[in-house]
Nanobody, 116 residues
């Protein structure tokens, strides 16, 4: 069973920064493509950013220029650097990864709260 460990969420003032991390609980599981999603209260889960195994990236328009998705293949970890945070970025953030030879998995979610 693959479990993903997310970390890095918290409370920050508008304009601040946070970095989220996501990694499998066991290093034997290799991440291929990965995504970060978020879900705000009363809203549907939305795709925020994607990264391929070769580090090609794509972003939702709402976060372009502020968020950066990256990965460290040696550490088998995916990151989401979030800068210039806005109150509307407040949500639970989930990583979603495709594990080589297996299937796709979701992290447990980490709360990001941006105060105005």
């Amino acid at each position: 069973q693959v479990q993903l460990v997310e970390s890095g969420g918290g409370l920050v003032q508008a304009g601040g920064s946070l970095r989220l991390s996501c990694a499998p609980s066991r290093s034997i599981f290799t991440i291929n493509d990965a995504n970060w999603y978020r879900q705000a209260p009363g809203k549907q889960r939305e795709l925020v950013a994607t990264i391929t195994r070769s580090s090609s990236t794509n972003y939702a328009d709402s976060v372009k220029g502020r968020f950066t998705i990256s990965r460290d293949n040696a550490k088998n970890t995916v990151y989401l650097q979030m800068n210039s945070l806005k109150p509307e970025d407040t949500a639970v953030y989930y990583c979603h990864v495709f594990i080589a030879g297996l299937a796709n998995y979701w992290g447990q979610g980490t709360q990001v709260t941006v105060s105005s």
